[in-house]
């Protein structure tokens, strides 16, 4: 390969010179008047940036919800996606809205609390690599300036060139004087949601620089702006430019210096001085985040001298460098802490200052089934694992016993968690609305904040696949022992107790996949979806004669009939309706297609759970007799029902995701609970 021509081919200088753009104040001063939103702040920028993604919005428990695409990581294929908190994620971004529009949260520490591997890190760096990347893009460019002299001046340091240390905006370089009529008359032009605003002066050194050559033009303005000159500024946080990360190290090592910045005593040779402010280096955190991000992991690990600077920084927006006044700054500080040290601050009146500044934001864990099986489907599918494959259920069920472990116990004596779980995930239960669930939210108010860790999970996904790695195929049951036997030796479980609950709601995933998967082997068994459909038309149609007290025509006499009450119950008791509670059963499914007619949508046997498991189990028993499941463990099988045991085992694999292998266990294992009798009733 020509490396050179490869690369020639794929790289465009053109793009180079525009991201590299430079030019004069006058030429800046034009591009701001025409377009204004390259002088946003920090907060603008950010909500701005997650906005040019765009959104989409749904329904949940009669609220519109927005779902922002930018949370779906758009940079790096969803390797940092964000799952099933889009209302944890509409608080984050009202909050930027806010901040953006100057209500008040510009002024705030930006705290994300929650339990350990909940996506705070995930949404912190989205939001980094959604800067850098937005800095890069001709909607989201920003600008800083340089200090040039032609000749090597004393001022600038015996250098021909000094970068403002703090990539600073370029407008700050207007004398306060004439600042706010230039903003004046920009703001009226301007068609842009935002008014400009430019706060504060520019950084010590720079500032000095600024006074030294008015002493030498003596006063003249536009003579010094001569040595400005204007760049494109690109975020990065590799480079330390525009977006800062700080993480606490050991109490005694800790040095606030590294927020703020630091004398740079070789340079005091040169200037004479160790408060001349070129002799000071503007690299702390704070400094180098200026225009856009600072991270503080673990913030609340902090020493308090640290935490002290945060009060300045956020509600003042200056920092303080040593020996050196108070130094604006524009940039969004955000935090994150678990559960514990958060509990700390709250207990702690010495941090009553810091409290009262902080907006906090709930990072939960999941409590929706099918978000919760997405985070896993990322690391672990057919892409990832080719020579693996994964039986269905497997993800579903390791996710589920994570959500059972986050659930408070219901308050209701007639409701379980595994019901719980179903309502939340969007299935109905008798008796339950949306109003109803919406309620049973309500009441768990510290939901999603304990339990398992979608970490946990994936570790021991890992492990079941390093211990499988020959058997060819992933299932539920290799899952299961691999997470029970990791318990004993969770760090985060801190009882007796919780032990004994997580093991029992692992039970409960257990039973539940027994049931499903005898659900799809019924499934396969029975026949397809059109019998289903056709059955649930044929048994609604009875259910509605019945409530209206009307007759029904019989499609092949063509005379109006009774209701079919045998073939109603027929259905009615695979799911255990009694004939006490038939009518209000039918009446609640009559009451349901009704609703959904006002609103303009069609009823679908699989929106209603009950009713979709009946339809299986009264077709499963009216074609079981066809095939003998029993047969299939014993060690003689006649060619007749092999050849049926065949289509099965085919119609697991092409309608239920299976292989040949995890079919075979399926049948096996539904088989041998067959043999010991038991019902097929869920």
Known sequence: MDIFRFVEDNYSKKDFSHLNWEGSFQDYVDLVFKNPHICRNSFQRIHDMIMSFGTSTYTEYKKEITRYHFFDDPFEEGKDAIFGIDVHLMKLVNFFKSAANGYGTEKRVLLLHGPVGSAKSSISRLLKKGLEHYSRTDEGALYTYEWIDDEESPILGDSKLFPSPMHEEPLKLLPLEIRKKFLEDLNQKADYQYKIKIKGAVNPACRFIFAEYMKKYDGDWSKVMKHIRVKRLLLSENDRIGIGTFQPKDEKNQDSTELTGDINYRKIALYGS????????????????????????EMLKLDVAFLYDLLGASQEQSIKPKKFSQTDIDEVILGHTNEPEFRKLQSNEFMEALRDRTVKIDVPYITRLDQE???????????????????????????????????????????????KLKLYSGKTLPGYNEDNVKELRKEAVREGLDGISPRYIQDKLSNALVKNATSGCLNPFMVFNELESGLKHHGLISSQEQLDDFKEVLAIARQEYEDTVKNDVQKAISVDESAIQTLCGNYVDHVKAYTQKEKIRNKYSGKLEE????????????????????????????????????????????????????????????????????????????KQTQEKIDVVKTRLVKNFGYCDICATDALNFVASIFAKGDSVKS
């Open 274 to 297: 160790d408060s001349d402010p070129r002799a000071f280096n503007f690299d702390g955190e704070f400094n180098i985040a200026n225009r856009g991000i600072v991270e503080f992991i």
């Open 373 to 419: 099986v997405r985070i896993y489907q990322k690391d672990f599918n057919a892409e990832t694992l080719p020579h693996m494959h994964i039986a269905p259920h497997t993800l579903e069920m390791a996710s589920l016993w994570a959500i059972l472990t986050r659930l408070e116990e219901p308050k209701k004596a007639d409701l379980t968690k595994l019901q």
């Open 563 to 638: 209701a079919d009450e045998r073939f109603m119950r027929s259905i009615e008791e695979k799911i255990d309706i009694p004939e006490s509670r038939k009518d209000d059963f039918r009446r609640e499914i009559m009451n349901y297609i009704g609703a959904l007619a006002i609103e303009g949508k069609q009823f679908d046997y699989k929106m209603n759970e009950r009713l979709h498991r009946a339809l299986e189990l009264k077709l499963f028993e009216d074609q079981k007799d066809s095939i003998k499941l029993t047969t299939i463990i014993s060690n003689v099988v006649d």
